[in-house]
């Protein structure tokens, strides 16, 4: 009897053919070569919500905010009805490569359906604070910013559109108040920053400085320096750079290498004893590794890593805090925090910070810099009159990203932070806080006119 031979389809194919169909998309909105010469970068006002800690965008025409997600694959946005907004069909090819992007993994589908179901809509739109998602249907948004030239933003205001996502109206609720929905800043071909490049020809470039704006395209990015004449130096030049990994598991995140963690204060000195390759990303598990996140408030570590951390912390500050003797003592810490101290760290005069432990993220192969530092205000969090650690052991749900990192680094640790994607050299440069170079994202003149 002849032999049944079970055929098994090849899902190298359908990423092929995933590729070919969301490149086809993207060039829909793109332009041609003499189009594109001479495109300035642009640049659009970010703004901090106090009550979440997380960031938005103000881009959309409407001036509907949007969170700042840096690990989202595209723009989603509630909409109005049906009749008033046109969405691609379902069964066309440019919708069947969006939806091939499938949708983050255990997310909570808010309209109970998948992707490819019958009625359902092509995209998934994810909520990265409430883990949720739902199918959507495929439209393009109006957008609105202005050009920069590196040192101001240039009138008048630009019009352009991006695809995107119309989501449910429950799908935004966990999200800052008046956020509408999600600005994805990934590497994914439908990412804001990702379809501007393909639009104005400007590379795969952009920055972000955390509360103040956001810049797309390959631009000088001016600030404050002291004794430098005429007071402004571009800090693209100076910063340092850290290659960027790429999870498979999560092939939207930003991935830096760090092989240890250290704190230092004073004259004390402390490692973390980590595991051994406690830090590195697996690329054949897709686990593991450091990434950012905006979505998530404050850095999060894995057990294994966070309690080595926290015990170094705790030996730094003890020896620390006697050279000179501060009145610095641990107290008790209110949920979601571990570790808190009373007001009592001394301040210094320049810049105007507390003078407490440096936290050093120690940067592996390819790295321009030894450490990123993380200084007081890039983790310490007032809460009641007490200063807590904005960094935590995971949680009872897990990480809140795809992969299973080791950290993920968060939006306090990012903020006040020149951060510089080049993702043709598959780079990021990062500042550190700014305030120690007497600088900061508020004193660049971009929008001072």
């Known amino acids: 009897m002849d032999r049944i031979q079970k055929i098994t389809p090849n899902p190298k194919n359908y990423v092929v053919l995933h590729r070919l169909i969301v490149s086809s998309l993207v060039l829909l909105l793109s332009c ?12 659009s006002r970010l703004a901090k919500d106090l009550n979440t800690s997380l960031y938005t965008i103000t881009i959309k025409a409407d001036k509907s905010p949007l969170l700042l997600d840096i690990a989202g694959s595209l723009v989603w ?3 109005p009805p049906p009749s008033a907004q046109s969405t691609v069909a379902c069964g066309s090819g440019k919708c069947g490569g969006v939806a091939s992007q499938q949708c983050p993994r255990n997310c909570l589908h808010v309209d109970g359906g998948q992707l490819g179901e019958s009625g359902s809509g092509c995209a998934c739109a994810s909520n990265p604070v409430s883990r949720q998602c739902s199918t959507a249907g495929l439209t393009s948004f109006a957008m609105s910013a202005n050009a920069t030239d590196g040192a101001m933003e240039l009138p008048p205001e630009e019009s352009f559109a991006v695809l995107g996502a119309c989501a449910p109206d429950s799908l935004p609720r966990s999200l800052p108040a008046g956020v509408t929905g999600v600005a994805g800043f990934s590497r994914r071909p439908l990412s804001l920053p990702s379809q501007l490049a393909a639009q104005r020809g400007f ?3 952009f920055a ?9 395209g390959d631009s000088p990015v001016n600030l404050t320096a002291p004794g430098q004449a005429p007071g402004y130096v571009d800090y693209t030049t100076v910063i340092p750079y850290t290659p960027l990994l790429t999870n498979p598991a999560n092939p939207a995140g930003y991935y830096i290498p760090v092989k240890g963690i250290s704190v230092s204060w004073h004259e004390a000195d402390a490692q973390a004893v980590l595991p051994s390759a406690a830090l590195e990303l697996d690329p054949g598990a897709g686990t593991g590794g450091v990434v950012l996140s905006t979505a998530t408030p404050y850095m999060i570590m894995r057990p294994d890593v966070y309690e080595p951390f926290a015990k170094a912390f705790d030996v730094a500050f003890t020896r620390g805090r006697n050279v000179p003797a501060t009145s610095v003592e641990r107290v008790p810490a209110p949920k979601p925090f571990e570790i808190c101290y009373n007001a009592g760290f001394m301040r210094l005069k320049r810049p105007s910070a507390y003078d407490v432990p440096r936290i050093q993220l120690e940067l592996g192969a390819g790295a321009t810099w030894k450490n990123w530092t993380l200084y007081g205000d890039n983790y310490l969090v007032k809460v009641d009159g007490a200063l807590c650690l904005g960094i935590l052991p995971t949680g009872p749900g897990g990480m809140p990203v795809d992969g299973e990192p080791a950290v993920v680094i968060g939006a306090k640790q990012l903020e006040n932070n020149l951060l510089v994607f ?7 440069g990062f500042s550190m806080l700014l305030d120690f170079a007497l600088s900061s994202c508020t004193s660049s003149n971009f929008f001072r006119n």
């Open 77 to 79: 946005s509630t909409c």
């Open 422 to 428: 080049d993702l043709e050299k598959q780079v990021l």
């Open 208 to 216: 972000l400085c955390l509360p103040v704006f956001a810049i797309f």
């Open 203 to 205: 590379g795969g470039k």
């Open 32 to 43: 041609t070569a003499t189009s594109c010469e001479q495109t300035p970068p642009l640049i």
